[in-house]
């Protein structure tokens, strides 16, 4: 169930400055669309301008087109690395077909070996994780990369299949691993529980500012533990994190903003 995050939050910023989450889950079972409607108006007064709605079940889809109805969210759409199969996979090609112009990017795709141990799983993610990439390549659209305890093999894999327009979600590998992202010019988004996790601020501190971006991923990582996350919390973690990287906060706002639309091929 959706909980309002702290009225600190909705202080207004100044006009010139505009924010992006790269990525989000607005979507049920978290969710309802009056909530989306609170979160936009919550969000349009902290100037969160750009929000990336991340789908990733045949029935969630839908409803992630629907929330595009608010001028703030895109859609990006891709398959739960966890539960990957050949009907999953022939679910979203369907979907995306009918509904290309309307999606952004294909993601969140990957691997998951954090959750997934056994190596005939891991295998058949590996297969479709080259699969989806393929799919994005021959429709052109940027990917969004979950590699949750897979992040070395995951960066092989996009390497083999010269994979271009990347994000890295969320990432949570090395300060060596993000360095060498940064140089293939691929993106990582630092999700808002930066404040408080240190393998994140690590990440922050080690990518380089054209490949930073910033994320929600909502409802998880919040600013506090406990507490449902959404877009609007963009805003105080960029305040947080300029002073991690002792910038001027309306830079860094300017910056990720910027890379999140140029990642997107969006004009907000």
């Known amino acids: 169930m959706f909980s309002q995050t702290d009225s600190s939050i909705l202080s207004e910023k100044e006009s010139g400055t505009s924010y992006a989450d790269g990525h989000c889950h607005l979507i049920p079972d978290w969710?309802?669309?009056?909530?989306?409607?609170?979160?936009v108006d919550k969000s349009q007064r902290a100037n969160v301008k750009v929000i990336v709605n991340s789908a990733l079940e045949e029935e969630k889809y839908q409803f992630g087109l629907e929330t595009t109805q608010f001028k703030e969210i895109y859609l990006s759409i891709g398959v739960e690395t966890t539960k990957i199969s050949q009907e999953r996979y022939d679910q979203f090609v369907k979907f995306f077909n009918e509904n290309e112009d309307n999606i952004v990017a294909i993601g969140e795709?990957?691997?998951?070996?954090?959750?997934?141990?056994?190596?005939?799983?891991?295998?058949?993610?590996?297969?479709?994780?080259?699969?989806?990439?393929?799919?994005?390549?021959?429709?052109?659209?940027p990917i969004v990369i979950h590699s949750r305890g897979a992040e070395g093999k995951a960066i092989e894999?996009?390497?083999?299949?010269?994979?271009?327009?990347?994000?890295?979600?969320?990432?949570?590998?090395?300060?060596?691993?993000?360095?060498?992202i940064s140089k293939l010019s691929w993106y990582i988004t630092v999700p808002t529980s930066a404040v408080?996790?240190?393998?994140?601020?690590?990440?922050?501190?080690?990518?380089?500012?054209?490949?930073?971006?910033?994320?929600?991923?909502?409802?998880?990582?919040?600013?506090?533990?406990?507490?449902?996350?959404?877009p609007s919390s963009i805003p105080i973690f960029c305040d947080k994190a300029a002073?991690?990287?002792?910038?001027?906060?309306?830079?860094?706002?300017?910056?990720?903003?910027?890379?999140?639309?140029?990642f997107y091929r969006i004009q907000p």
């Open 196 to 230: 408080y996790r240190k393998n994140f601020q690590k990440i922050l501190k080690a990518t380089s500012l054209d490949s930073l971006m910033f994320e929600t991923d909502s409802p998880f990582h919040s600013l506090e533990k406990g507490v449902n996350n959404d």
């Open 31 to 39: 969710f309802t669309m009056e909530d989306i409607e609170i979160i």
């Open 243 to 262: 002073k991690m990287l002792d910038l001027d906060e309306k830079l860094l706002a300017d910056i990720t903003f910027n890379n999140t639309c140029t």
């Open 109 to 141: 795709i990957g691997l998951d070996f954090h959750w997934i141990k056994e190596s005939d799983l891991r295998k058949l993610q590996e297969k479709y994780f080259r699969k989806l990439i393929d799919f994005a390549q021959e429709h052109d659209k």
């Open 157 to 180: 894999i996009l390497k083999e299949k010269g994979a271009e327009d990347v994000l890295m979600h969320c990432f949570g590998g090395t300060e060596e691993q993000a360095s060498e």
